[in-house]
């Protein structure tokens, strides 16, 4: 603990939900809801407007359309998302060489590491000039807490919610945490928060006067001293600016469930593609491929296979996951696939030779195969002894069949460019129309235009930034 408040936490207001606001001007003010479109599709941010409602993040995106029937609601945009967290990221780095994000949208810093805070006032100062730099940064706001320590420096953040700074000075934790909720401490979530209510706690200092001992008795030796701690308002964990990556995994969940056999295989091939995509994108490789099936009844199933060396080539990540799937009944249906790999390291060149060397060994054995398969296949009723040499067949070549065209897709939110009306948004799209707002961020509510799916003057576009910077 320390006798300043020079840990900051920062959480970025309703993040997702506000980038989509700040970049579409007749979105500002209204209820936004961004998440999974479909049936099962979940919350991941509403905005402020869209929590009068009763809209929150987690929530089955069924309930949030039944709460706010005429709140906008879209799909995520993770890399434009990405690129503005890496704008307050590096605002953060030049407080302290000690940041530790956890999210996009949030993360602790050590003023005191960087230099800029050692007392009450300069962390305040440092506190409000970063919000100030966000904001002229990105165009978007964030919350700021200040503490002598991240628990509560996370707490405060959560208080100063929305645009605002709590700072909360060293020495009067106990009498702010005392009459809260059991669930505001890290590690109570509605389990132990349920397990402890019939134990008679509710409040943070019911934990306290209950005692060290009968909270390790109710929740096991590590867990019970540690909230025993956190209730008499101390937490010493250091600021960590590395956090390694364990895994890196993809996921979809289908508004329907998938029974075809061929089908649960392309979607498998298709996640494992993703994934090596971010695996590269993080800069390692990995030894261990881990498929996730949920089936039909919500039954989850995990399997894996870890590999002679580490990888981030997409066949074999592709294949690995294929071998993984053919040991998993898909009976029933299929609602839930996911391909991770774990296992992770730097990629090294003796990873390039390792993959080279197993490839080529693969081929080696794929390709003596196939030529004892088909001598085997010649040669029945043939004497193993016979030297008669194998013809293979002559076959007319056959002309491919022409592709049928695939309808294009517009997903709700995302960036579009047309060649006439210039860059916009997709509202909606069906029965082969597709409805699109054109404006931008710093213009004034655009005007809606729908045109044919196919229509040739109509494509994909690139976000626009949210501050021109002229």
């Known amino acids: 603990m320390r006798a300043a408040p020079t840990i900051l936490h920062l959480d970025m207001d309703a993040f997702f939900a506000a980038a989509e606001q700040a970049s579409k001007p007749s979105l500002r003010g209204k209820p936004v809801v961004v998440g999974g479109l479909g049936p099962r599709g979940v919350v991941a941010t509403a905005s402020y407007e869209a929590r009068r409602f009763g809209v929150h993040s987690a929530m089955p995106m069924g309930q949030a359309r039944r709460l706010a029937p005429n709140a906008a609601y879209l799909v995520p945009r993770f ?79 959560e208080e100063a919610k929305p645009d605002g700074l709590v700072l909360i000075e060293p020495g009067t934790e106990r009498e702010l945490l005392a009459p809260r909720s059991v669930r505001i401490l890290p590690g109570v979530g509605p389990a132990t928060g349920e397990h402890l209510r019939r134990a008679g706690m509710t409040t943070v200092s019911d934990l306290a006067e209950a005692g060290e001992d009968e909270l390790v008795r109710l929740l096991g030796r590590a867990h019970g001293a540690s909230l025993y701690l956190m209730a008499q308002g101390y937490d010493d964990r250091p600021v960590v600016a590395e956090r390694d990556a364990k895994s890196v995994s993809v996921e979809d969940t289908f508004d329907v469930d998938l029974h075809d056999r061929v089908r649960i295989r392309v979607e498998v091939e298709r996640l494992a593609e993703r994934c090596v995509g971010r695996l590269r994108a993080s800069g390692h490789s990995g030894r261990t491929i881990v498929l996730k099936v949920r089936r039909f009844d919500f039954s989850t199933l995990t ?168």
């Open 79 to 157: 890399s434009f998302y990405r690129s503005i967290s890496e704008q307050v990221m590096e605002l953060l780095g030049r407080l302290s060489p000690l940041v530790e994000p956890l999210s996009l949208d949030e993360a602790f810093v050590d003023l005191e590491a960087g230099g800029v805070a050692d007392d009450s006032a300069s962390a305040r100062a440092a506190g409000e000039r970063l919000r100030v730099d966000i904001l002229a940064t990105t165009g978007l706001s964030g919350s700021v807490g200040l503490a002598g320590s991240k628990m509560i420096a996370k707490i405060a953040s």
């Open 303 to 470: 399997r894996s296979e870890t590999l002679r060396g580490p990888t981030d080539d997409p066949g074999v990540v592709r294949e690995a996951a294929g071998r993984l799937l053919e040991a998993v009944d898909t009976t029933g249906g299929v609602r839930l696939l996911g391909v991770g790999v774990s296992g992770l390291a730097d990629y090294t060149q003796e990873d390039l030779f390792a993959q080279a060397e197993g490839a080529a060994a693969e081929a080696a054995a794929a390709a003596a195969a196939s030529v004892v398969g088909a001598e085997g296949e010649a040669g029945a009723g043939v004497s193993s002894a016979s030297s008669v040499p194998v013809v293979p067949a002559v076959t007319a070549p056959v002309e491919p069949e022409a592709p049928e065209p695939v309808e294009r897709r517009w997903t709700p939110g995302h960036d579009v460019r047309h060649a006439v009306y210039g860059a916009g948004w997709v509202q909606g799209s069906g029965v082969g129309r597709v409805t699109v707002r054109f404006e931008e961020p710093g213009s004034a509510p655009g005007r809606v235009r729908t045109f044919a799916v196919d229509d040739p003057d109509l494509e994909p576009g690139e976000p626009l930034p949210l501050v021109d910077r002229g």
